[in-house]
């Protein structure tokens, strides 16, 4: 067995079954032996965006993606998008080609160690042939106990030596059985403080983020909020998610929060965050709640809130330990609160977020806000949504109110265009089930060729468009800093047109009952589509009215 089959095996021991990138000298022998094993190849028209897709497969399958490129201009190609992932903590690892041990004269020579670094990923390198087994292992504990990339470097020469591993060697144990899964127990002293200051609070919020989320702490929370009376709030990761079992939810809290959540939550006497940071964004820098008291419950050591203060009471424990504990102690001193959960708090729940009178009226183009309401009502909860990052997306990540499977990648290192492909990986890792994502018209041009990519593997993608032909975001800077706006205005083609070129379906809409009848199409034959949705740029996003121009909106 060639050192390639052994690292090939190993990756599919590891419960590797798909894999993005593109072939090249130094690792098309470890891509064929995948092949061989039943592993899905999908062929990317960028390494970045390879990684991209692996990034979107980890965050929907909750188990390390993974990349591979050749050496050299092949691994260069990864930087943005594996900051990305750095920055959103994605389990990745990323199998890389090497120019032969040592030969810093190849023409695709690079020291990938110094760039791994660079890039904020980790580092594994294969030095020997007998250790073809162990730097798998080594990668695939390190991606899933610290949650990051880590770039697996292998030198070709060294991929084409024999492996002996001997007739009697023990079996290959994937990092899987390395790993202790057990729920951290809180500290029972921590517990009866958190209950204290929760029994002496009469408008408490509970504030969920991804981490409550992935340690499946639905029922806790929902139980939590029933007794004391609390709002539900969530992250910008979470967003949306319990909106469908409680009619006491916000939405999300802070910068993104409509201006109902704004005044709701700034009454809080008591935040109890659930797997959430709580950073500047979440706590508008601790304005927020400005008379609150703070019950964190996380499994980090520790963490400083985004007021730059510790929580006045920080329970490190699993998410469903810790609620179930602060339950029974709750329970036990009968406490049952009304706080929040009035007639008049879910009046004001239930309101319309945008009166439609509001909508500006152009001439073939639709308001974004519009834009908004109309995918929500058309596209069903069964499919999933990703959000991108960028002016446009603000609309969406503020006003998209049915429950659905929400992936954010707004504030993972400012970078626009990688929503399409974290979309293109979910949707692989979720056997095929359709997702749209909602981009802007530069974002989506930046890896236009991956549609394509999409388009080749017959995936169910619909990449909504918001395009108002320009840089959205920096458009509306620049008019707040006195400078040309129309520097950043971009004409763009029609894309619909260029989606149906590429093997898919496409369209460009003008008006909303365009815009229904294109998602209509869709819903009745999901494939890959492109739906190019002309918006007026004259509506500022409210975190941009707040952010550039002080408004209290």
């Given at each position: 067995?060639?050192?390639?089959?052994a690292?090939?095996?190993a990756?599919?021991?590891?419960?590797?079954?798909?894999?993005?990138?593109m072939?090249g000298d130094?690792?098309?022998h470890w891509m064929?032996?995948l092949?061989?094993?039943g592993?899905?190849?999908?062929?990317?028209?960028?390494?970045?965006?390879g990684?991209?897709m692996?990034?979107?497969?980890?965050r929907?399958a909750g188990q390390?993606?993974?990349i591979?490129?050749t050496s050299?201009p092949?691994?260069?190609q990864l930087?943005?998008s594996?900051?990305v992932?750095?920055r959103?903590r994605t389990p990745?690892?990323?199998f890389?080609g090497e120019?032969?041990?040592g030969?810093k004269?190849?023409a695709?020579?690079?020291?990938?160690?110094?760039?791994a670094a660079?890039?904020?990923?980790?580092?594994?390198?294969?030095?020997?042939a007998d250790?073809a087994?162990?730097?798998v292992?080594?990668?695939?504990?390190?991606?899933r106990?610290?949650?990051r990339?880590v770039?697996?470097?292998?030198p070709?020469?060294?991929q084409l030596?024999?492996?002996?591993d001997g007739?009697?060697?023990?079996?290959?144990?994937?990092?899987t059985?390395l790993?202790?899964h057990?729920r951290p127990?809180p500290?029972p002293?921590?517990?009866?403080?958190?209950a204290d200051?929760?029994?002496?609070?009469?408008r408490?919020?509970?504030?969920?983020?991804?981490?409550a989320?992935r340690?499946g702490?639905?029922?806790?929370?929902?139980?939590?909020?029933?007794r004391?009376g609390?709002?539900?709030?969530t992250?910008l990761q979470a967003k949306?998610w319990?909106?469908d079992?409680t009619e006491h939810?916000?939405g999300?809290?802070?910068l993104?929060?409509?201006r109902?959540?704004?005044e709701l939550?700034?009454e809080?006497?008591?935040?109890?965050a659930?797997?959430?940071s709580?950073n500047?964004?979440t706590?508008?820098h601790?304005?927020l709640?400005p008379?609150?008291?703070y019950?964190?419950?996380?499994?980090a050591?520790?963490?400083?809130?985004?007021n730059?203060?510790?929580?006045?009471?920080y329970?490190?424990?699993?998410?469903?330990?810790?609620?179930?504990a602060?339950e029974?102690?709750?329970?036990l001193?009968?406490?049952?609160?009304e706080?929040?959960?009035?007639?008049?708090?879910?009046?004001?729940?239930?309101a319309?977020?945008i009166?439609?009178?509001?909508?500006?009226r152009?001439?073939e183009r639709?308001?974004?806000?519009e834009?908004?309401?109309?995918l929500?009502?058309?596209?069903?909860?069964?499919?999933?949504?990703v959000?991108?990052s960028g002016h446009?997306t603000d609309?969406?990540?503020?006003?998209f109110?049915?429950?659905?499977?929400?992936?954010?990648?707004y504030?993972?290192?400012g970078?626009?265009g990688q929503?399409?492909?974290?979309?293109?990986?979910?949707?692989v890792?979720d056997?095929g089930r359709?997702s749209?994502?909602?981009?802007?018209?530069a974002s989506f041009?930046?890896?236009?060729s991956?549609?394509?990519?999409a388009?080749?593997y017959?995936?169910p993608?619909l990449?909504?468009v918001?395009?108002?032909?320009g840089?959205?975001a920096?458009?509306h800077k620049s008019?707040?800093k006195d400078?040309?706006?129309?520097?950043?205005v971009?004409p763009?083609?029609?894309?619909?047109?260029?989606a149906?070129?590429l093997g898919g379906?496409?369209?460009?809409v003008r008006?909303?009952?365009?815009?229904?009848?294109?998602?209509?199409?869709?819903?009745r034959d999901?494939?890959?589509?492109v739906i190019?949705v002309?918006i007026?740029?004259?509506?500022?996003s409210?975190?941009?009215?707040?952010l550039?121009?002080?408004?209290d909106?």
């Amino acid at each position: 067995m060639k050192v390639y089959e052994a690292m090939a095996e190993a990756f599919l021991r590891e419960g590797t079954r798909d894999v993005f990138g593109m072939m090249g000298d130094a690792n098309m022998h470890w891509m064929n032996a995948l092949a061989e094993r039943g592993v899905n190849l999908y062929e990317v028209r960028h390494e970045g965006s390879g990684l991209g897709m692996a990034d979107g497969w980890a965050r929907a399958a909750g188990q390390p993606g993974v990349i591979t490129t050749t050496s050299g201009p092949g691994v260069s190609q990864l930087a943005t998008s594996m900051i990305v992932a750095a920055r959103a903590r994605t389990p990745l690892v990323a199998f890389c080609g090497e120019t032969a041990w040592g030969d810093k004269a190849a023409a695709q020579y690079l020291d990938q160690a110094r760039f791994a670094a660079a890039i904020e990923c980790a580092f594994i390198h294969l030095d020997r042939a007998d250790q073809a087994e162990e730097v798998v292992q080594r990668a695939f504990h390190l991606a899933r106990t610290e949650s990051r990339p880590v770039m697996l470097s292998a030198p070709m020469d060294i991929q084409l030596h024999e492996y002996s591993d001997g007739t009697d060697a023990p079996p290959y144990v994937p990092s899987t059985e390395l790993i202790d899964h057990q729920r951290p127990l809180p500290d029972p002293e921590r517990i009866v403080h958190a209950a204290d200051i929760v029994q002496a609070s009469k408008r408490t919020v509970i504030v969920v983020g991804r981490g409550a989320r992935r340690a499946g702490a639905a029922d806790e929370i929902l139980s939590l909020q029933e007794r004391t009376g609390a709002l539900i709030a969530t992250t910008l990761q979470a967003k949306n998610w319990l909106r469908d079992r409680t009619e006491h939810h916000v939405g999300i809290a802070g910068l993104f929060g409509n201006r109902t959540a704004m005044e709701l939550l700034q009454e809080a006497d008591c935040v109890i965050a659930v797997g959430a940071s709580l950073n500047h964004y979440t706590t508008e820098h601790g304005y927020l709640f400005p008379e609150a008291k703070y019950v964190q419950i996380d499994t980090a050591e520790h963490l400083v809130m985004g007021n730059g203060a510790a929580a006045d009471c920080y329970v490190r424990a699993d998410a469903v330990t810790a609620l179930t504990a602060l339950e029974r102690e709750l329970g036990l001193r009968k406490v049952r609160v009304e706080g929040f959960h009035t007639a008049d708090v879910r009046n004001r729940l239930t309101a319309p977020l945008i009166d439609p009178d509001e909508y500006v009226r152009e001439p073939e183009r639709i308001d974004p806000r519009e834009a908004i309401a109309v995918l929500d009502a058309e596209l069903p909860g069964e499919i999933d949504l990703v959000l991108g990052s960028g002016h446009q997306t603000d609309f969406g990540t503020m006003l998209f109110q049915r429950s659905r499977e929400i992936v954010s990648n707004y504030g993972m290192f400012g970078a626009i265009g990688q929503a399409p492909l974290i979309t293109i990986g979910k949707i692989v890792a979720d056997g095929g089930r359709p997702s749209f994502v909602v981009e802007g018209d530069a974002s989506f041009l930046m890896h236009l060729s991956e549609f394509e990519t999409a388009c080749r593997y017959r995936l169910p993608l619909l990449v909504v468009v918001m395009n108002d032909e320009g840089l959205g975001a920096e458009y509306h800077k620049s008019a707040a800093k006195d400078l040309d706006p129309e520097l950043a205005v971009i004409p763009t083609p029609e894309l619909g047109p260029v989606a149906v070129t590429l093997g898919g379906a496409g369209t460009t809409v003008r008006t909303v009952d365009e815009l229904r009848a294109a998602l209509a199409d869709y819903v009745r034959d999901p494939r890959p589509t492109v739906i190019d949705v002309r918006i007026t740029r004259s509506v500022l996003s409210p975190p941009y009215r707040r952010l550039w121009y002080g408004e209290d909106v």
